[in-house]
């Protein structure tokens, strides 16, 4: 339900993220979408301006709960494909341009290589098993993953 992550190349010397908002393109089924991340920016962002052909990226988030967090790594392009311009449009894109046509919008690419992914092991129940004498580390190893997403 959140789609805040923090995008950025990874290419550049001082590399640096931004929040940008995520957009996955529903195939109409309501399950998990594989596709692409989408990203729409304008044209006079440095992220824009910076990226190149099939760059290389890195995007990080957190749910809003903080139970579970991700950096996924992959590659961002610029991408002119009005069809999804025109699938992903709503009101919230709309509010920052002047329409589809407008000179300034920029769509923008990400997908997703492989990504580290950890769910929360700071929790009550971990305290709980710490003043049991029960360590908590050995049940949170099961709480990070490494995933392989080509």
Same mark, same amino acid.
């Given at each position: 339900?959140?789609?805040?992550?923090?995008?950025?190349?990874?290419?550049?010397?001082?590399?640096?993220?931004?929040?940008?908002?995520?957009?996955?393109?529903?195939?109409?089924?309501?399950?998990?979408?594989?596709?692409?991340?989408?990203?729409?920016?304008?044209?006079?962002?440095?992220?824009?301006?910076?990226?190149?052909?099939?760059?290389?990226?890195?995007?990080?988030?957190?749910?809003?709960?903080? #139970?579970?967090?991700?950096?996924?790594?992959?590659?961002?392009?610029?991408?002119?494909?009005?069809?999804?311009?025109?699938?992903?449009? #709503?009101?919230?894109?709309?509010?920052?341009?002047?329409?589809?046509?407008?000179?300034?919008?920029?769509?923008?690419?990400?997908?997703?290589?492989?990504?580290?992914?950890?769910?929360?092991?700071?929790?009550?129940?971990?305290?709980?098993?710490?003043?049991?004498?029960?360590?908590?580390?050995?049940?949170?190893?099961?709480?990070?993953?490494?995933?392989?997403?080509?």
């Amino acid at each position: 339900s959140d789609r805040t992550m923090m995008l950025g190349l990874s290419h550049v010397d001082e590399a640096h993220t931004r929040p940008m908002t995520a957009l996955l393109d529903d195939d109409g089924t309501g399950g998990p979408t594989h596709g692409p991340i989408w990203f729409f920016s304008s044209s006079d962002t440095e992220i824009v301006r910076e990226v190149k052909v099939d760059s290389r990226a890195v995007a990080t988030f957190a749910d809003k709960g903080h #139970n579970l967090f991700a950096c996924v790594h992959g590659r961002l392009s610029r991408d002119t494909d009005r069809a999804v311009i025109e699938r992903l449009w #709503n009101p919230f894109i709309a509010a920052w341009y002047e329409g589809k046509n407008d000179p300034k919008l920029a769509l923008l690419r990400f997908d997703a290589e492989e990504a580290q992914i950890w769910h929360d092991g700071s929790s009550l129940l971990a305290g709980v098993k710490m003043l049991l004498g029960i360590d908590p580390k050995q049940s949170y190893r099961d709480h990070v993953a490494s995933v392989r997403l080509t």
